[in-house]
């Protein structure tokens, strides 16, 4: 069974950092694109970035670029998003997904996979 999971949200100060955690199983990360989402109340899913091995690292939102990285770890079937200097227009529910054929998009219907989702509230 194909299975996204990811963890590590939370509550965090602006200024703060989190690392999101989307852990793949039935199926091997090495082949698929990889893109972390993000839709705030009221407003529509937007890709952030994506990771793939043609691709490399893609970034979709100019206001991430600096602040946010995107890794793999293969042995662990594992892709984290390290995100640093937060703001609050940073909050919301965060997504990966996959998409089978390897190829890195910022629209969300490409994908195959999704995981439930991690809530990112940025506040003081």
């Known amino acids: 069974q194909v299975q996204l999971v990811e963890s590590g949200g939370g509550l965090v100060q602006p200024g703060g950092s989190l690392r999101l955690s989307c852990a793949a199983s039935g199926f091997t990360l090495d082949y698929y694109a990889i893109g972390w989402f993000r839709q705030a109340p009221g407003k529509e899913r937007e890709g952030i970035l994506c990771i793939s091995s043609s691709d490399g690292t893609t970034y979709y939102v100019d206001s991430v670029k600096g602040r946010f990285t995107i890794s793999s770890d293969n042995a662990k079937n594992t892709v984290y998003l390290q995100m640093n200097s937060l703001k609050p227009e940073d909050t919301a529910v965060y997504y990966c997904?996959?998409?089978?054929?390897?190829?890195?998009?910022?629209?969300?219907?490409?994908?195959?996979?999704w995981g439930q989702g991690t809530q990112v509230t940025v506040s003081s």
């Open positions: 997904a996959a998409e089978m054929f390897g190829f890195c998009s910022s629209d969300p219907y490409e994908y195959d996979y």
